[in-house]
T-cell receptor, first 119, second 112 residues
Framework: GAGVSQSPRYKVAKRGQDVALRCDPI?????LFWYQQALGQGPEFLTY????????KSGLPSDRFFAERPEGSVSTLKIQRTQQEDSAVYLC?????????????????FGPGTRLTVL | RKEVEQDPGPFNVPEGATVAFNCTYS??????FFWYRQDCRKEPKLLMS???SGNEDGRFTAQLNRASQYISLLIRDSKLSDSATYLC?????????????FGAGTRLAVHP
């Protein structure tokens, strides 16, 4: 079946430009996560949605970062007034169950990521 | 100090070698543990979960020591296709739900 998809796969932005990154989770998955992965580092948590509710946005680096999932499926991560330090791979992951539950339903499946380069 | 710390690597080993990766975590409330594999310019993929009793999946063996807050991954009979970055991942309670915390990864290069 279809996995998590993300678009665009690559984005080059000029400093100060706004960007929008899209994530299509696996159909029926309740939980959706956004991560930021800098070169040579592991993914760092940005934000978490359970259906349409954004339950945690503590990882968003600044108020220039905004995420939404209005209908509980597709999610968009928006970065306003991009800076060079925003250059990274942005990964989206989804899981079947709410993360408050233990078990295999919590396995997170990652999309291929969007590689953002800010010049 | 990072919540999840791993051997920095890279590990360069010949085919057929046995290699071990270590990982420590700082939050004693962490509930579940995983190893993910990430190929160059690809997304992380779940390799295996880690249980207190230790678990094996073919050539891969994972162990957890809760008292020491230590996780390991052993790869036997390394193959060229094992070359990748291995991410130690800890599932930690945070504000009523569980959050995955990733280590920085250990790079493995298997050569002929």
């Amino acid at each position: 079946g279809a996995g998590v998809s993300q678009s665009p796969r690559y984005k080059v932005a000029k400093r100060g430009q706004d960007v929008a990154l899209r994530c299509d989770p696996i159909s029926g998955h309740v939980s959706l996560f956004w991560y930021q992965q800098a070169l040579g580092q592991g993914p760092e948590f940005l934000t978490y949605f359970q259906n349409e509710a954004q339950l945690d946005k503590s990882g968003l680096p600044s108020d220039r970062f905004f995420a939404e999932r209005p209908e509980g499926s597709v999610s968009t991560l928006k970065i306003q007034r991009t800076q060079q330090e925003d250059s990274a791979v942005y990964l989206c992951a989804s899981s079947l169950a709410p993360t408050s539950l233990a078990g295999a339903g919590n396995t997170q499946y990652f999309g291929p990521g969007t590689r953002l380069t800010v010049l | 100090r990072k919540e999840v710390e791993q051997d920095p690597g890279p590990f360069n080993v010949p085919e057929g070698a046995t290699v071990a990766f270590n990982c420590t975590y700082s939050n004693s409330a962490s509930q579940s543990f995983f190893w993910y594999r990430q190929d160059c310019r690809k997304e992380p993929k779940l390799l295996m979960s880690v249980y207190s009793s230790g678990n094996e999946d073919g050539r891969f063996t994972a162990q957890l020591n809760r008292a020491s807050q230590y996780i390991s991954l052993l790869i036997r009979d390394s193959k060229l296709s094992d070359s990748a970055t291995y991410l130690c991942v800890v599932n930690t309670p945070s504000g009523g739900y569980n959050k995955l915390i990733f280590g920085a990864g250990t790079r493995l290069a298997v050569h002929p």
